[in-house]
């Protein structure tokens, strides 16, 4: 049985080579089997979205969740609350809303930006959507708790990506980019649910990071991770190597098609990967209740450019064999077990 023609066994061989060579060294690289076993770990699970929604959302002030930032960034370290004030009033870090304000509440994106200093305040938020980023007044406006966790996400963001000798994204950041701020906002939540806030005000930032973790099992990911392990190891795709995979894997031969198709957009496998990876070993190690993995954590601030991907690991007590042992199943269930809803449902 053929299962793709010469033509398309020289395109994948080619997308696949071309990939390979780009993330050479990286995080990603280094732990292609790691990846996959995790991959097939998850994807062999009876895990399903969540997809309900409270009938009466909570929502806070800005100015309170502003402050709520500010006061986690003070026990972690004051300077870094000094730097969020700073970087929230010159438009570091924007709120990017939608056409109308009202839409704003229920659609918040954040992204954080390198730009000219300009006149802000924390009564305000900038549309960076706009060129000429107009502000909108807060006033007594409220949002949903994941506006302020996806703040406080992209805000690690701006800590990490600079170092201390003035350079930018060093490969640690590339290949870690994600894991930082997932496992910060982890710590956020935690510590917000520790000073009283209701489970409740939580439950759509779990379901949006559990959700995500199983799209990305339901999309290019896996097939395109498991190709590049294949194609590493073996040196080429051809008949051989599918019989090998579908053996191995169990996966039905008409499946190939969809898996060659899947390789030619593997342009966006990287971030899904680090999605993929990241989120339940974030939640993994937030969920520790360990503060020398923040301290650790908190000590390379500026100076991601000493630290390979796996010397960050070891730094707080882990690597990557470490990970291999993890299981997923069990992390994905407990990160479950915070949404509210989901136990009211249950029940």
Do not use: W
Not at 65 to 88: E, R, T, V
Not at 139 to 163: D, R
Not at 284 to 291: F, V
């Amino acid at each position: 049985m053929k299962y793709l023609n010469i033509d398309q066994y020289a395109i994948l061989n080619e997308k696949l080579q071309v990939y390979l060579e780009s993330i050479n060294g990286t995080f990603l690289y280094q732990n292609l089997e790691l990846f996959l076993k995790k991959i097939f770990e998850l994807g062999y699970s009876d895990f399903e979205a969540i997809n309900y929604k409270p009938s009466a959302e909570k929502y806070i002030l800005y100015s309170e969740g502003f402050k709520l930032i500010g006061d986690y960034l003070s026990k972690l370290n004051p300077q870094l609350a000094k730097d969020f004030d700073s970087k929230l009033s010159n438009g570091v870090i924007n709120l990017t809303s939608y056409n109308s304000f009202n839409s704003a509440l229920e659609n918040t994106h954040i992204r954080y930006l390198f730009s000219a200093n300009q006149d802000r305040s924390l009564n305000k938020i900038a549309n960076s959507e706009l060129l000429d980023c107009q502000e909108i007044e807060v006033g007594n406006y409220k949002t949903s708790m994941i506006t302020f966790i996806m703040l406080l996400h992209e805000y690690v963001h701006s800590i990490y990506s600079k170092n201390l000798d003035g350079s930018y994204f060093s490969q640690t950041y590339d290949d870690l980019c994600e894991f930082f701020p997932l496992y910060f906002e982890l710590d956020f939540a935690n510590f917000l649910k520790d000073s009283g806030f209701d489970a409740d005000l939580f439950d759509f930032y779990y379901m949006t990071r559990y959700n995500e973790v199983l799209q990305l099992l339901s999309g290019r990911m896996p097939s395109q991770v498991l190709m590049l392990y294949y194609k590493d190891k073996n040196g080429v795709i051809d008949d051989t190597s599918f019989d090998d995979i579908l053996k191995k894997t169990g996966l039905p031969a008409e499946q190939i098609d969809d898996i060659f198709n899947d390789c030619m957009t593997i342009d966006h496998c990287s971030s899904n990967c680090k999605y993929f990876m990241f989120i339940p070993l974030a939640f993994y190690y937030s969920s520790t209740g360990n503060p020398d993995i923040t301290k650790k954590l908190l000590s390379m601030v500026g100076n991601l450019n000493m630290y390979t991907s796996n010397q960050v690991f070891h730094e707080i007590g882990s690597s990557a064999a470490e990970i291999e042992t993890i299981n997923f199943q069990n992390v994905m269930m407990d990160l479950a077990g915070q949404i509210s809803c989901k136990k009211t449902l249950e029940n």
